[in-house]
Each structure stands twice: as C-alpha cells, then as structure tokens.
C-alpha cells in the first residue's frame, strides 16, 4: 500500500496527469455533499485553472442512478432516471477539452462490477481515477440509520443496528454494505481500474479543510479555490429530532399512506427544515450502544486491512478509521422531547404541504428572525412556500421584462 502521511501543508505528489477524469465515489455520509458543494461554489475559478466540474448542478446523482438502475428516491414514479441523462453526461465528460475534469457522486458507491465497467466505458475510459472518501464506521452507521428513518424506517437504532450486525450481510438495508464495506467497495473499483487508479482519502475529523486540499492537489487547484458552501447544513439530526420522524413513520406507515406524499412533507418539508433548528448542547446525541462497541470494532478492523491490503494510494490516517467510542452508558436515562422539537416538525410539515402559501409579508418583519432556509436542493426555498404563485408570477415578470430591457440596450449600444 502506498500511504501518504497527513503532516501539514497537505500531502505532496498527488497531482494526477492531464487528461485525467476524477471520478469521486462517495460513498455516503463521508462529507460528499460538502465536497460537492465547494466544486460546485468554484466552478468558474476551477475552470480558469484547468478543472472542468462535470454536470450542471451541484451533484449529478440522477444521472448516476440512471446508469447503475436505482430508483431516484426524490422521484414519484419510483422508476430509474431516463439513461439519456446519463448519456449526456458522459459526453460532456469524454468531449471536455479541460486539463483535469472532475465528477462526483456517491451513488457510484452502488454500482457492481458490470457497471462500473460501463461507466468506465462510458467516460472515455483511460485516463481515469477513482477517489473514495472515507470516515469511521462507527460515525456512520448513527448516520446511516437517521437517513434510513427519513425514508420511512420505523425500528429503532438498537434493534435496527442487532440486526445489521448478527445478520447475513444483504438481508437488512442491503445498500448498506454495498456503500459501506469500504474494503470491497474499493476492491470493486480497483478490479476494473486497477489499484493504482485508486485513492482513498481518509477524513480528518479535526481539520475539516482536509479533504479540500487534498482534492485541490489530486486537480492542480491553487490551495484555497475550494471552500465550504455556508448554505449547505447538513447536520445530524439529535435523538428526540430523529425519534420524531420515527414516531411519524409509524403513524404513516399504519394509515397507509402514499410514498410521495411523504418524501414531499418529511423528507424535502420537515425533516430538512429540523435541521437548521440549533440544538441544546446537552441534547442527546444518536449513539453507538456499549454491546455494539465490540462488533463494530471488529467491523473496523475488517474494512483497514482490507484497504491496506488493496495496494491503492491512502491519503491520510488510515488507522483512525478502527475508532470505536459511544458517549452513552448502560441503562442510560431517557431522552426528553422538547416541545421545540415537536413544533419544528410540524411547522415543517405544514410549510411543504402548501397550506401556508399566500400568507407570506411581501415587506420584511422587523420583529421576525431571520428567514428560515432549508438545506435540501431538491425543495423551494421554505421563505418562498408562504409566498403566493401569483406574487411569485409578478416577481418573475418584473425580472424578466428588466433583463430583456438591458440586453436590448446593450445591443443598441453596440450598433
């Protein structure tokens, strides 16, 4: 294994060669919506430097679920992306005349042996890529199981995380070890690629620009081009937060009720908006249970050597990922629900449904706070769901007919 050390300034030698498609992988919950969102924010600087960040959004997940067959979990039909999505996109990354042309998504993470070969295909093939980012285990799995909850799950995390655990591998949230066997994950990629195409970028927990400077390097970025977007929190849900979806699911779930309807008012309504609520600081946390601390670290120690025994280039602290600790006791006392909590989910509720709209202030409210955001790319903006259509209309017309007026006048100054 070739391994790089984390000594500041970043590490040396990782800049790939030109012509180079950098293809991130993800896989999920190791920092890719931050990630995507500074390629993203820097897309100009980063093609004034050479680097084309494929796509035309943030990320380009519907496109890498059309390819691997996935379902898109934002979609009402529940079908795979149109493939053409796909194709395009391969195109725009086999015809880019950039030095460097960067593509991220997590759900590459998913794909099998045959797809990977395709997408590979796809791209033009060599010369090709791969990074996989890369936290500890034990830091996924309370953040695996929320995202899970926020698709409708109603076990809790302890009976939830006995069963991924004591049961065979695939029978239980299967996607899970699909995305999260780091080991295989990289050997699958490897496998087609080959393991010096490979790196593995292990987060530093502690410097969260880490991972910024290491794909600024793996690009030939000048060293700040990347920063993190503010406007994309993507904080962990707390215990009473995420046992409130739960006790929604239940309820949901009980009544029968469609599957669209909830990814509207849940996951892209209230569940988004929880997320910009601040928490108390001793508010309880989503924690490992003390019986897991053993078989997680043997999980642990499984994925490390696995990854040491690739031969693909890691770049950082390869042995952090064996990190295995829990905040919570046994017999430990109960979570409390605050009655802000309860009112954050359903306030959010009641602003994806669209019952609120039309009863927004045009003028802003002196005495109000600050205007709610929502993180998820996939929604309105929620100061925009108490907004009327038609005043939304008038806005856009306004725009519009001052946008028209300016370029008119610019093409008379030119005659």
């Given at each position: 294994m070739e391994a790089i050390a984390v000594e500041r300034p970043a590490a040396t030698g990782l800049l790939l060669?030109?012509?180079?498609?950098?293809?991130h992988i993800g896989p999920h919950k190791t920092g890719t919506t931050a990630l995507q969102g500074a390629f993203h924010l820097a897309r100009t600087q980063a093609k004034e430097q050479g680097v084309q960040y494929a796509g035309y959004g943030r990320h380009s997940a519907s496109q890498v679920l059309a390819v691997i067959g996935r379902p898109s979990p934002w979609s009402d039909d529940r079908k795979p992306p149109d493939i053409r999505t796909w194709q395009r996109l391969a195109a725009e990354v086999r015809g880019a005349r950039a030095q460097r042309v960067v593509l991220s998504s997590e759900y590459f993470s998913e794909a099998d042996s045959d797809t990977i070969?395709?997408?590979?295909?796809?791209l033009g093939g060599e010369p090709i890529h791969i990074a996989v980012t890369l936290r500890p285990i034990a830091r996924i799995l309370p953040s695996q199981w929320q995202q899970y909850v926020q698709n409708r799950l109603t076990e809790e995390f302890d009976v939830w995380l006995r069963k991924l655990l004591t049961q065979p591998r695939g029978k239980v949230s299967p996607?899970?070890?699909?995305?999260?066997?780091?080991?295989?994950?990289?050997?699958r990629w490897a496998d087609v690629v080959g393991a010096e195409n490979v790196t593995a970028v292990i987060l530093d927990e502690k410097d969260h620009d880490f991972v910024l400077r290491v794909f600024e390097e793996l690009v030939g970025l000048t060293s700040g081009t990347l920063q993190f977007d503010?406007?994309?929190v993507n904080r962990s849900l707390t215990l009473p937060e995420i046992e409130m979806v739960r006790a929604f699911n239940a309820i949901y779930k009980a009544e029968k009720m469609p599957v669209p309807l909830y990814?509207?008012?849940?996951?892209?309504?209230a569940a988004a908006l929880m997320e910009r609520r601040k928490p108390a600081p001793d508010e309880a946390k989503v924690d490992l249970p003390p019986w897991s601390l053993e078989p997680v670290g043997q999980l642990a120690r499984e994925i490390v050597d696995g990854i040491?025994?690739?031969g693909v280039r890691v770049v950082g602290d390869l042995e952090s990922l064996t990190r295995v600790s829990t905040r919570r006791e046994e017999g430990s006392a109960p979570y409390v629900i605050k009655p802000d909590v309860a009112a954050s989910l359903a306030f959010g509720i009641l602003l994806a449904t669209?019952?609120?709209?039309?009863?927004?202030?045009?003028?802003?409210?002196?005495?109000?706070?600050?205007?709610?955001?929502?993180?998820?790319?996939?929604?309105?903006?929620?100061?925009l769901f108490r907004i009327s259509t038609l005043q939304l209309g008038l806005v856009l017309f306004r725009r519009m007919r001052g946008d028209l007026r300016d370029r008119i006048a610019r093409l008379v100054r030119r005659r």
């Open positions: 060669a030109e012509g180079t498609k950098l293809v070969r395709r997408v590979v295909r796809d996607n899970f070890w699909r995305r999260h066997q780091h080991d295989a994950l990289i050997r503010p406007a994309l990814t509207r008012v849940l996951r892209r309504g040491a025994a690739s669209g019952a609120a709209r039309g009863t927004a202030r045009m003028e802003p409210d002196p005495e109000a706070g600050p205007p709610l955001q929502m993180p998820s790319p996939y929604s309105e903006p929620p100061e």
